[in-house]
């Protein structure tokens, strides 16, 4: 900030450099690495999948996780302060962001991690059996007809998702280096601890081969599809919190000197690493599912929300010894996934409004904790998968990837990608070619505008999902359109300390 400047404060800082990398790898290793990865790979032509999926780690991934940690290290702010840095014209690209990530994807991941730890309790009496399928749809979610059909709140979810929130508002309440950094120090060592339990018990299990078949063993004629691709680069964007804001926040908060470049290849490697590792532990379970049952293994998972609720349910209770244990490990693992992730959400947020308004974080964590419990309680209604499954489409196959669409703009149009690569190359031993300029002036917003595109073309040739398309517009498109125009109204609003006064190196 400004020195000497009447409305000054004090930025924080990251304790540890450690604690950095934790947070933010804490933040893209999400409930999506355990399961929706596997599902990808499961549906996609197993170790085929891997092919396009690292292809778009390195040409879309890296290079935009180098962006937004250069952008926020550069500019010491928030993705609303960062943009406005840059441009006030732009300042709505990085409150709309922070907007429907916080009233949007947070609301319902948040009821999702309720699931979760509701099936941690589940887990101490296989309270599932005999049916994991007709359990989770008819007696825990008791889902309603459709959209529209509300139906009530369920208790039981509601009464989890209070949790999740409480354990949210403690973490962001207490800061970056007593919340964020000390939560992460405890979540991460944690989470790979228990996910590698999860492993190694899976792998000795009887037909663990047979899992790890499916999954290892390229089907190539798969790679001619074009949606195996999409699947692809839509996975490594969403898994590392790309477009989110919160890499920007985060690198806001890390010294002067810093390793951009290699603590960017840490966090993407490593995140893609675990949900590597993570596979073989799920497609061990399924293997082992397929063996008891006399499925094949390409038949005992129809969709990824099943592969978590109903197929590993349905597998761990066939397990012949600790069956209930396993249960715990599992659904423990989700929860202080979901939660690392949840966090950063509300993390990028609070900066947002901490560098423009100056409110105290204390009041705004609380606050944005009260109404994302409020927000989340729509997704705990009977309809709420619907509900969850719709707005996901949206805000995930749209917002994201045209707020990144307009980012790389902003970044290697306007602003210029040669003026951050000189930033990052004056800080990091590990120095960026022109090959990044080219990634993030053309190669990732082309990789993006064709998913862009394609997500479009279908979605005209069919309702997404067989949904009546009164029910997408109203809650999957307005939802976007809704937080575009409180973005607007938030970026006309004067900063206390403008974004051009601020201490920029």
Request: aromatic share 18%.
């Amino acid at each position: 900030m400004v020195k000497n400047h009447p409305l000054a404060h004090h930025r924080p800082q990251w304790k540890t450099h450690i604690g950095f990398l934790l947070a933010a790898i804490g933040s893209a290793i999400g409930l999506g690495n355990i399961w929706r990865f596997s599902y990808l790979c499961y549906k996609n032509g197993g170790g085929a999948f891997l092919i396009p999926y690292l292809i778009a780690l390195f040409i879309v991934g890296i290079p935009l996780m180098i962006l937004e940690i250069g952008l926020g290290h550069k500019m010491r702010g928030s993705a609303p302060a960062a943009f406005a840095s840059i441009s006030k014209k732009w300042e709505w690209l990085g409150w709309w962001q922070v907007i429907f990530v916080m009233f949007g994807i947070v609301l319902y991941y948040s009821v999702v991690i309720s699931w979760c730890l509701s099936f941690l309790f589940f887990s101490f009496k296989l309270s599932w059996l005999p049916d994991p399928n007709s359990f989770f749809f008819n007696q825990f979610l008791m889902a309603s007809s459709g959209p529209f059909d509300i139906g009530q709140l369920r208790t039981p979810i509601v009464f989890s998702l209070l949790l999740v929130w409480l354990f949210n508002w403690l973490i962001v309440f207490s800061g970056v280096t007593k919340g964020l950094e000390r939560a992460n120090k405890i979540f991460m060592p944690l989470l790979f601890f228990l996910t590698a339990i999860i492993v190694f018990w899976g792998l000795r299990l009887p037909g663990a081969a047979e899992g790890l078949k499916v999954y290892l063993r390229p089907d190539f004629s798969r790679l001619w599809d074009i949606k195996v691709w999409m699947d692809a680069f839509s996975q490594i964007f969403f898994t590392l919190s790309l477009g989110f804001g919160i890499m920007i926040a985060y690198a806001s908060y890390l010294p002067q000197k810093s390793e951009i470049v290699r603590d960017s290849l840490i966090i993407s490697g490593a995140n893609c690493a675990f949900s590597l590792f993570a596979g073989f532990g799920v497609f061990s379970v399924l293997g082992y599912m397929a063996h008891t049952t006399g499925q094949p293994v390409t038949e005992v998972v129809t969709e990824s929300i099943g592969l978590a609720f109903v197929a590993f349910p349905k597998a761990i209770s066939l397990l012949p010894y600790f069956a209930k244990f396993f249960g715990v490990l599992f659904f423990m693992s989700l929860v202080i996934a979901g939660l690392s992730s949840s966090v950063s959400i509300i993390e990028a947020f609070t900066s947002g409004l901490v560098d423009k308004f100056h409110y105290s974080r204390k009041v705004v964590a609380s606050s944005l904790s009260i109404f994302g419990f409020l927000g989340g309680i729509i997704f705990a209604t009977q309809s709420g998968l619907y509900w969850l499954d719709i707005v996901d489409h949206f805000l995930t196959q749209y917002g994201l990837v045209v707020g990144a669409i307009f980012e790389c703009i902003l970044i290697g149009w306007i602003y210029k990608a040669q003026r951050l690569k000189e930033h990052i190359n004056h800080y990091s031993s590990w120095k960026l070619n022109r090959w990044w300029n080219v990634c993030v002036k053309i190669v990732i917003p082309l990789s993006l505008l064709v998913i862009l595109i394609s997500s479009l073309i279908e979605e005209l040739t069919a309702a997404y999902g067989g949904y009546p398309r009164l029910s997408i517009v109203l809650i999957g498109r307005d939802w976007l359109i809704y937080t575009l125009f409180f973005a607007i109204i938030v970026a006309s609003h004067p900063w206390k300390i403008e974004p051009g006064e601020r201490n920029l190196t």
